[in-house]
């Protein structure tokens, strides 16, 4: 079975365009030639839109990757020719592979014809995105931010009141309070950072915290110690983001994303939809089927 999946991943991926390939090599240009077939350019080209985006940027850096490549299918193309050449192609598992791996090329195909014609233009979509900033405007509003570092000492410590308060005379004295914070913070997804909560909005904290840390004004500015259900703690305010609404350039760029991943999901929504409800299923077959296929070695690779 092994030798068999391997002949089939061979014809899966070359045997769905052979009828075509006499026509590509005569139009595009050949990077290499043996036991009468050529490789060309758009055979490269095709097989770099399967790799994974950070391999395909560094791929073409060095032309022994093109020369491998170009290596690799030319014994995959040579090797599906003698698969068809001894019948293979007609294996009812292979051929039914076949078929899949033909559709799956030519529905994507069909569906990046699809996507591609529902893309407006550059000024279009910069028209749309204006329109779609002034229609949700007040969605795109940023409530009043705080940043503020802070040290909690829990209530399980042996005096944590007392503990706070010696800490905060140290802060008041010039300690560093990331230092402090790093020693004896018990917020473990702050503690690292030196107490750093990073910016955020009222209601995001309990309600005690958030009074303290939207009280302060002055960076570097110290509250007392305070208590809230998670133990005592000490807050240094940093900064303050006064609510605003972002300009549309400070948000063309997300809006325009959005706004083709809203068309190219509908142009292709629209393709599907109508062809996926003249399905109908028969429950009797599905369920006969599955039955066979949870089979213990149903499946063979």
Same mark, same amino acid.
């Given at each position: ?73 030319? %014994? &995959?193309?040579? !090797? ?5 050449? +001894?019948? *293979? @192609?007609?294996?009812? /598992?292979?051929?039914? =592979? $076949? ?48 940043? %503020? &570092?802070?040290? !909690? ?5 042996? +005096?944590? *009141? @007392?503990?706070?308060? /010696?800490?905060?005379? =140290? $802060? ?130």
């Amino acid at each position: 079975m092994r030798t068999f999946s391997a002949l089939r991943g061979l014809l899966a991926l070359t045997l769905v365009g052979l009828a075509a390939s006499a026509l590509a090599e005569a139009q595009e240009p050949g990077l290499m030639q043996g036991s009468g077939v050529t490789i060309t350019t758009a055979d490269i080209a095709a097989e770099a839109k399967r790799m994974p985006a950070q391999v395909r940027e560094r791929f073409f850096d060095k032309n022994s990757n093109i020369e491998n490549l170009a290596s690799s299918l030319l %014994v &995959r193309r040579v !090797l599906a020719e003698r698969a068809t050449a +001894e019948g *293979l @192609a007609d294996d009812p /598992k292979v051929a039914a =592979e $076949l078929r899949l791996v033909r559709e799956r090329v030519l529905s994507d195909a069909l569906a990046q014809r699809a996507t591609d014609a529902a893309t407006p233009s550059d000024e279009t979509l910069r028209q749309l995105a204006r329109t779609e900033y002034n229609v949700s405007r007040d969605k795109l509003a940023e409530p009043e931010m705080v940043r %503020v &570092r802070h040290i !909690l000492i829990p209530k399980s410590h042996c +005096e944590p *009141l @007392a503990e706070a308060q /010696k800490i905060l005379e =140290e $802060l008041k004295g010039g300690a560093d309070f990331e230092a402090l914070a790093k020693a004896h913070s018990a917020d473990p997804g702050s503690r690292d950072k030196g107490g750093d909560l990073g910016f955020f909005p009222r209601g995001r904290m309990v309600t005690e915290f958030d009074d303290v840390a939207f009280s302060l004004t002055e960076p570097g500015q110290l509250s007392d110690v305070f208590e809230t259900k998670f133990g005592f703690h000490i807050v240094r305010f940093e900064a303050r983001k006064p609510a605003h609404t972002p300009a549309f350039e400070e948000v063309e760029a997300k809006i325009r994303e959005e706004l083709l991943q809203r068309l190219r999901s509908q142009a292709l929504k629209d393709m599907a939809d109508p062809v996926r409800t003249t399905g109908v299923p028969d429950a009797d077959a599905i369920e006969a089927f599955a039955q066979t296929m949870r089979t213990p070695g149903a499946v063979k690779e």
